[in-house]
């Protein structure tokens, strides 16, 4: 059974920080690139990063020198370090697997940050 479970949301002001965590299951993790979405409130939902399987990594402009995706692939764990937040950062951040059975998703997890 396919699972992706993100913790680690939370409020927090402007200019601070966040850890998310997403547990995957292991079948999915060690063979697929994983990413990061967030979808705020009327808007779509947007790539944050992606980690491929043997480490390279890509960010979406808004992030990039603030966020840092990284895996642990012993504990089948993708990790996003968000650093400098700001107000637009506000989202559901959602774990992914895109694999050769379709694309798998987490159930989210809320991160608002206050200005």
């Known amino acids: 059974q396919v699972q992706l479970v993100e913790s680690g949301g939370g409020l927090v002001q402007a200019g601070g920080s966040l850890r998310l965590s997403c547990a995957a299951s292991r079948s999915i993790f060690s063979r697929n690139d994983m990413s990061w979405y967030r979808q705020a409130p009327g808007k779509q939902r947007e790539l944050v990063a992606r980690i491929t399987t043997v480490g390279s990594t890509n960010y979406g402009d808004s992030v990039k020198g603030r966020f840092t995706i990284s895996r642990d692939n012993a504990k089948n764990t993708v990790y996003l370090q968000m650093n400098s937040l700001k107000p637009e950062d506000t989202a559901v951040y959602y774990c992914?697997?895109?694999?050769?059975?379709?694309?798998?998703w987490g159930q989210g997890t809320q991160v608002t940050v206050s200005s």
């Open positions: 992914n697997a895109n694999t050769i059975l379709g694309a798998f």
